[in-house]
Nanobody
Framework: QVQLVESGGGLVQPGGSLRLSCAPS????????MGWYRQALGKQRELVAS???????NYADSVKGRFTISRNNAKNTAYLQMDMLRPDDTAVYYC?????????WGQGTQVTVSS
């Protein structure tokens, strides 16, 4: 069973930065399309960013120009660099690894943007 291990969440002031990491234990990140989703309190889970196996990226309009998704196959890790954070970025962030027919989820990491 593949487990996605997430790290990097926390409390940050508006305008600050955080970097989330996601590593699949027992598998290789190179095998999957990787994505980051988030779920704010009382809202549905939404896609934040994704990156294909070949490196093509996709972003939600609300994070374009502020967030960057990347992958380092040598380190077996995917990342979400979050800059210029805003209070409305506050949510639990989930890592997803997808490779038909499987889809794995991380346990989630809390990101809170507040002064």
């Amino acid at each position: 069973q593949v487990q996605l291990v997430e790290s990097g969440g926390g409390l940050v002031q508006p305008g600050g930065s955080l970097r989330l990491s996601c590593a699949p234990s027992g598998s290789a990140v190179s095998m999957y399309e990787m994505g980051w989703y988030r779920q704010a309190l009382g809202k549905q889970r939404e896609l934040v960013a994704s990156i294909t196996r070949s490196g093509s990226t996709n972003y939600a309009d609300s994070v374009k120009g502020r967030f960057t998704i990347s992958r380092n196959n040598a380190k077996n890790t995917a990342y979400l660099q979050m800059d210029m954070l805003r209070p409305d970025d506050t949510a639990v962030y989930y890592c997803n690894a997808r490779g038909a027919p499987v889809s794995y989820w991380g346990q989630g990491t809390q990101v809170t943007v507040s002064s």
